[in-house]
């Protein structure tokens, strides 16, 4: 397994952990802030292209689609994390709102839209930090 690959896993696995962990505990505070976000154009603009940046980065540094599932999945992360640069970066503001609002503000939808990103996160910190091969 490459250390890059391991790397990756480590860091993808924490942050999703830590992130859904914040946003679920302070779900308010959660939805309040991404509303304001929203509202900010110049704000969206610079978290779209930032998040294209980090996704290209993460393509063009780790685009593995094979030796398991640990490499494949830190590679969808990193096409996902672009593919949404793009989509904040393309998509016209008013539609942004609706979409994310929508899941936000409904009581289970928040909740459900939290478990791909905590159980990718549980995945990967344990395939990260338990490899065989280490750092």
Request: glycine content about 6%; some cysteine.
């Amino acid at each position: 397994m490459p250390t890059r690959t391991i790397y990756l896993s480590r860091l993808i696995g924490l942050y999703c952990i830590f992130v859904v962990l914040s946003m679920v505990i302070r779900k308010q505070d959660t939805v309040y802030a991404v509303a304001a976000l929203l509202r900010n154009p110049s704000t969206m603009l610079v978290l779209g292209i930032i998040a294209m940046a980090v996704g290209l980065a993460m393509v063009l540094a780790h685009n593995i689609w094979r030796g398991g599932a640990m490499p494949v999945v830190v590679t969808l992360v990193g096409w996902l994390t672009l593919i949404k640069g793009l989509l904040i970066l393309f998509l016209p503001a008013d539609v942004q709102a609706e979409i994310i609002m929508s899941w936000l503000r409904h009581p289970l939808l928040f909740y459900v839209s939290m478990v791909p990103s905590l159980l990718i996160g549980i995945y990967l910190t344990y395939c990260g930090f338990w490899s065989k091969e280490r750092l």
